[in-house]
């Protein structure tokens, strides 16, 4: 594909909140109402920080990408091996965007990935008929959980929050988790939450304002 229907494609499906390197053009630049924030932020840069709690190689594992978005960390993960990847966002724009991605990831490295997309709302997924995982990613999104339904940091979202958290709890020993400052989504609050399902914090990887936290069952 040559770059400039590249960039076309790149544009009919913005906006974008992953900045991805395809081949030299980038998803979302540094500049403007997106990019100063998420260019610096959702991407390679995130991805970097996720590596430092996996294996060199995830060789035969299966992965969870929570609020997976055009899906760079599922790809990544394919990338390195993993069995299987599934990818969850109830986004219809970033569902596209997934699709798109992986499309192009597949004809770049010339194979097939296994990656599922599920697009749907993370409290209406059956997570029981899934199998079991070896990482679950959960990156800037357990405070959006519930707020379709019940708003934002509502009691009822908290408590899907807590529920989703509790089924997942039997699928995995190893979440990855990205927090920031606030009542609902800091270090410690998640710490409470994944203490009282089983987890404990392992590793803390701070980043300015934000957080990455690999949490392993006890």
């Given at each position: 594909?040559n770059?400039?229907?590249?960039?076309?494609?790149i544009?009919?499906?913005?906006?974008?909140?992953?900045?991805?390197?395809?081949?030299?053009?980038?998803?979302?630049?540094?500049?403007?109402k997106?990019?100063?924030?998420?260019?610096?932020?959702?991407?390679?840069?995130?991805?970097?920080?996720?590596?430092?709690?996996l294996?060199?190689?995830?060789?035969?594992?299966?992965?969870?990408?929570?609020?997976?978005?055009?899906?760079?960390?599922?790809?990544q993960?394919?990338l390195?091996?993993?069995?299987e990847?599934?990818?969850?966002?109830?986004?219809?724009?970033?569902?596209?965007?997934?699709?798109?991605?992986?499309?192009?990831?597949?004809?770049?490295?010339?194979?097939?990935?296994?990656?599922?997309?599920?697009?749907?709302?993370?409290?209406?997924?059956?997570?029981?008929?899934?199998?079991?995982?070896?990482?679950?990613?959960?990156?800037?999104?357990?405070?959006?959980?519930?707020?379709?339904?019940?708003?934002?940091?509502?009691?009822?979202?908290?408590?899907?929050?807590?529920?989703?958290?509790?089924?997942?709890?039997?699928?995995?020993?190893?979440?990855?988790?990205?927090?920031?400052?606030?009542?609902?989504?800091?270090?410690?609050?998640?710490s409470?939450?994944?203490?009282?399902v089983?987890?404990?914090?392992?590793?803390?990887?701070?980043?300015?304002?934000?957080?990455?936290?690999?949490?392993?069952?006890?």
């Amino acid at each position: 594909m040559n770059q400039e229907n590249l960039k076309k494609q790149i544009r009919d499906l913005h906006p974008w909140y992953q900045r991805i390197n395809l081949d030299g053009v980038m998803t979302l630049n540094k500049g403007g109402k997106y990019g100063k924030y998420f260019g610096a932020r959702a991407g390679e840069y995130t991805w970097n920080t996720i590596t430092k709690f996996l294996p060199p190689s995830l060789k035969g594992m299966r992965i969870l990408d929570l609020g997976c978005n055009a899906g760079f960390y599922s790809i990544q993960s394919s990338l390195l091996g993993a069995k299987e990847v599934i990818g969850v966002d109830m986004s219809p724009i970033f569902s596209k965007q997934a699709l798109f991605i992986r499309e192009f990831f597949e004809k770049s490295y010339n194979k097939k990935m296994n990656i599922t997309y599920i697009k749907s709302d993370i409290g209406n997924v059956d997570f029981d008929n899934m199998g079991d995982f070896d990482y679950v990613y959960a990156i800037a999104v357990l405070y959006h959980i519930g707020k379709q339904k019940y708003g934002k940091y509502t009691k009822g979202s908290l408590d899907e929050q807590k529920t989703v958290l509790r089924k997942l709890s039997n699928k995995t020993k190893k979440f990855i988790v990205r927090c920031r400052r606030g009542k609902f989504n800091s270090r410690e609050y998640y710490s409470k939450i994944f203490k009282e399902v089983g987890f404990i914090e392992s590793k803390f990887i701070p980043e300015g304002k934000r957080g990455m936290i690999l949490y392993e069952k006890r």
